[in-house]
């Protein structure tokens, strides 16, 4: 069975549901979007997809899980890499390998609840048309109780620089204010259980990025 739910972002949900499918691609590299959160967030994920071969394009169509806290998340191998041509608008999008990872979670997750994006149809997981991804979701659940959520996915850098904008207009010209709860949006990026210094070093570069957003 399949439910959509609309213009929520799952990293706030995942708590609701006992499996969480990931999109990924086959470069160890979990870099935007939702797979970006659940690396910043989650360890033994993130730990996971660097313990696969990297570059293997083998992986594709194959899952692999862990789990963390009460969740089992699943990464799903459905696409070789990025897409490095000019055309932003290409598919590259493995539909064989995107079924065969929700063929295998129907049967291993039979009567539990899970929940994924709109797997592969984000710019930097696949860029996949959403009505076959939909029909490939839809005729692969009927095991499982399947969430997908569809929302637009941003970048952490398109989230750093929304979220500032919105702290100095509620803030107006308090600066004192704006400091405080700046202080604490910081900490909740950097609140998580993983402390790898690849992602702290990412979380640096962005805020230095927005010095100017932060001063202006």
Known sequence: MLTIKKDIDL?????KYDVILVGTNCYCNMSKGFQQKVKYFYKNVFELNLSSKYGDSTKIG????????????????????????????????????????????????????????????????????????????????????LFVYDYFQK????????????????CGDDKTMFKQKYSEYKKSLTKSEYSHNRVKNRLTEIINNNKKLLNG
């Open 155 to 170: 970048t952490t850098q398109e989230e750093f620089s929304e979220k500032i904008k919105e702290l100095k207009l509620e």
């Open 62 to 145: 194959k899952r692999i899980s862990t789990k963390q806290g009460n969740q089992i998340f699943s990464l799903c191998f459905i696409t070789n890499g990025f897409d490095f041509s000019s055309n932003k608008n290409k598919d590259y999008l493995d539909y064989s390998g995107l079924t065969n990872c929700l063929k295998t979670a129907n049967n291993e997750y039979s009567g539990l609840k899970v929940a994924t994006t709109l797997m592969g149809c984000e710019k930097f997981d696949g860029n996949g048309d959403r009505e076959m991804v939909l029909k490939i979701l839809s005729e692969n659940s009927s095991k499982i109780n």
């Open 11 to 15: 990293i706030n949900d995942i708590e």
